[in-house]
């Protein structure tokens, strides 16, 4: 006899590592619990490298499916990355309509779960009589916050949103001062961005529910703080929310087959057991020159062993993303004169790019100084390694203050400050790597304690296979009313 078909969930991630990595964890998790599951993938934004390289890795029941590309080339180049991904999702609709109708026709379908930035394609699911749920790469704050915007402009029309008040007290007791904001909710209401921002997170509440890259342990206060919001019969307005991560970059097969050959790995063979401070600022964090200079200054002075992954440096004074070009795209030809040869045997910087979750893993690694990107962030937590948070945009400020304040297991530089833009110091630099690498004890035990959370988060009766299996049921429960 044929086995029965399994309930089918649609996955739909923005493009980009830190989108689909997540969402393709999730897929593999669902699998687990006994779905099979489609990811679609935007064509425009890809490298195509992204997706390729997911399918090997992928269980059999998980399918790729790409969305054709739709034009995009008409967007004026500043927009922000959001923005795009957003209008991106926006312009594909059609597509995304035709493909999951289709989908829906062959399969068991039984819910759709859309990236955070593509909740515009809600409507499908309810069309199709599914559920529809959200999916954060983000963090549960994230969503805290996201739930007080949509609170402040219940019912407001485009010219009478209201500026977010600083200091924000979050849901659970997260409290952000202005720089701490992430960038698109500092946006002034009357800035056309920020209307955009209101609708894109108004529609959150068309939503089944909203799962969280992100596990219990991690976000205890704001965990807790959303249960009793969830509780308060009538007075909550929004999905509810499932904390169903930590969801991380697998060790890629084929790179820790090419692990020996790694020159970041085989220099970190060679150094003492938690004596190297690891220095990335993710895919787009860049420096200023002059910040570039003062943090090749602060390793050098600390007497540290690091391995600094450098990247091009920004060049118009701000943080962010930079991409070099012509006789500039080497990175290394940034750093002050001589560093290279002073620093050599006790020091490592690499142009780009290092294997990071394999860093972060190897028994050399003491500690990281991070700019706190979600996916970082998680990585590191994973790897019990203590962190020098240095937030440069987006969401980071607001992550710092996670680890920082709530967690314990990061110290900031620079201390948070209301002016984001301000130089650090080489002498602070120097000061909290080695006070880190030297000290530091409380912050690594704290690192330890939480690695061990997020290795339980998935484990038979850990908290976030609990949440997820609360999704299934209600997806399975869902399917037996519909057919
Ligand atoms: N990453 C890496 N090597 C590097 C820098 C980054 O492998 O040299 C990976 C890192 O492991 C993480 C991702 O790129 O998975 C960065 O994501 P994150 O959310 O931390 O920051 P973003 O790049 O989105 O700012």
Redesign the pocket.
């Known amino acids: 006899p044929k086995a029965p078909q399994r309930p089918h969930v649609v996955l739909l991630p923005s493009p980009?590592?830190?989108h689909l990595?997540p969402m393709a964890e999730l897929a593999r998790r669902l699998v687990e619990l006994g779905f099979s599951a489609t990811i679609l993938t935007f064509t425009n934004l890809s490298a195509p490298v992204d997706a390729d390289r997911l399918t090997p890795c992928l269980p059999a029941s998980v399918a790729v499916a790409a969305l054709p590309a739709v034009q995009m080339d008409d967007l004026p180049a500043n927009v922000h990355e959001g923005r795009v991904l957003a209008e991106l999702a926006r312009r594909s609709l059609p597509n995304i309509r035709t493909l999951v109708h289709s989908i829906n026709s062959t399969t068991l379908l039984a819910a759709v779960v859309l990236d955070f930035l593509c909740p515009m394609a809600l409507p499908i699911a309810a069309e199709l009589g599914v559920p529809g749920y959200i999916f954060f790469?983000s963090n549960l704050a994230m969503v805290a916050l996201t739930r007080h915007i949509v609170e402040l402009h219940e019912g407001a029309a485009p010219g009478e949103y209201r500026d977010v008040a600083v200091p924000l007290e979050l849901p659970g007791g997260v409290s952000l001062c202005g720089a701490d904001i992430p960038d698109a909710f500092r946006a002034s209401f009357t800035n056309p961005r920020y209307a955009k921002l209101v609708e894109l997170v108004r529609s959150y509440r068309l939503a089944d529910g909203i799962l969280v890259n992100t596990f219990y342990e991690m976000e205890l206060g704001t965990a807790e703080a959303f249960k009793r919001l969830e509780q308060a019969a009538g007075a909550f307005f929004f999905p509810p929310v499932f904390p169903v991560g930590p969801f991380?970059?697998r060790p890629d097969p084929d790179e820790a087959a090419a692990g020996a050959s790694s020159p970041c790995l085989e220099w970190l063979d060679r150094q003492p057991v938690g004596s190297v401070v690891y220095v990335?600022?993710?895919?787009?964090?860049a420096l200023p020159v002059e910040q570039t200079a003062e943090l090749a200054a602060g390793l050098e002075a600390s007497g540290q062993r690091f391995l600094w992954?450098v990247?091009m440096p920004s060049l118009d004074g701000g943080n962010g993303h930079c991409r070099g070009d012509g006789d500039y795209d080497d990175p290394l030809t940034w750093l002050p004169k001589g560093f290279l040869e002073r620093t050599r045997g006790r020091g490592l910087a690499?142009a780009?790019?290092?294997?990071?979750?394999r860093?972060?893993s190897h028994p050399a690694t003491a500690v990281f100084v991070?700019?706190?990107?979600?996916?970082?962030?998680?990585?590191s937590v994973g790897c019990g390694v203590p962190m020098l948070a240095w937030p440069?945009?987006?969401e980071?400020g607001m992550n710092a203050v996670i680890l920082e304040e709530k967690l314990g297991v990061a110290l900031r530089v620079p201390p948070a400050r209301e002016d984001d833009r301000c130089l650090v110091t080489r002498h602070e630099i120097a000061t909290a790597v080695k006070e880190l690498v030297e000290g530091g004890q409380k912050l690594r035990r704290r690192a330890e304690s939480l690695q061990k959370a997020a290795a339980g988060a998935w484990s038979p009766e850990g908290p976030s296979r609990r949440a997820l299996e609360e999704v299934a049921v209600k997806l399975k429960a869902a399917l037996g009313r519909e057919k």
């Open positions: 980009g590592a830190g990595i790469p991380v970059r990335a600022f993710g895919s787009g964090g992954v990247r690499v780009a790019w290092a294997p990071q979750v860093v972060l991070s700019h706190c990107g979600w996916n970082s962030t998680l990585e440069l945009y987006a980071q």
